[in-house]
């Protein structure tokens, strides 16, 4: 099992759509979760962390189950400018050394 | 506010010669930094981390090297490029928890 998983999409989705993402990761001793959001042929940028007992940031969800080892990212009320690809980050636990998913495509049609 | 510049932004070099990335840190004070290459299409992977001056730890065994002779500067190097160094090059510090935080990234096209 790889370290962190994400299904690459693409997702298509007309504005206004609610959409949902899964990232799992293997490592049980991870403590740090984060989604991290990249435009084509740019650099990753945080969107948000991802706490024990979920977090919400305007239309925007993040969640952590540790019992099953994933996390999720909600959009509500999908936007054209949320075209892109989102990243899923653990940190392995105890370490420096985060592992980054290989990113899960939204494309947001009119 | 902490900021990251990493330079050039676009590189095209020939196949056997040298390279020299650098990025540099500015507004905090012994930061982790990181370097990572995304190749077309793929995932960022990860292949130095450092700690502190003079700490290099390298997370994938290849053709490039890494060096931190100060604080807030972080080099990336290869004596000779391969075409399969090719791919878009980025620093990162991190903040709290190890939030990565990146620079704007380097274009490299090996030919």
């Known amino acids: 099992r790889k370290e962190v998983e994400q299904d690459p999409g693409p997702f298509n989705v007309p504005e206004g759509a609610t959409v949902a993402f899964n990232c799992t990761y293997s490592?049980?001793?991870?403590?740090?979760f984060f989604w991290y959001r990249q435009d084509c042929r740019k650099e990753p940028k945080l969107l948000m962390s991802v706490y024990s007992s979920g977090n919400e940031d305007g239309r925007f969800t993040a969640q952590l189950n540790r019992a099953s080892q994933y996390i999720s990212l909600l959009i509500r009320d999908s936007k054209l400018s949320d075209s892109a690809t989102y990243l899923c980050v653990v940190n392995r636990g105890g370490s420096y050394i985060p592992t980054f998913g290989r990113g899960t495509s939204l494309i947001v049609h009119p | 506010s902490q900021t990251i510049h990493q330079w050039p932004a676009t590189l095209v070099q020939p196949v056997g010669s040298p390279l020299s990335l650098e990025c540099t840190v500015e507004?905090?004070?012994?930061?982790?930094l990181y370097w990572y290459r995304q190749a077309a299409g793929r995932g960022l992977q990860l292949l130095f981390y450092s700690v502190g001056i003079g700490q290099i730890s390298s997370e994938v065994p290849q053709n490039l090297s890494a060096s931190r002779p100060q604080d807030r500067q972080f080099i990336l190097s290869s004596k000779k490029l391969l075409l399969s160094d090719s791919g878009f090059y980025l620093c990162?510090?991190?903040?709290?928890?190890?939030?990565?935080?990146f620079g704007p990234g380097t274009r490299l096209l090996v030919l």
């Open positions: 507004g905090t004070s012994n930061p982790n």
């Open positions: 990162a510090w991190a903040g709290p928890q190890e939030t990565q935080y």
């Open positions: 490592n049980s001793a991870s403590q740090s």
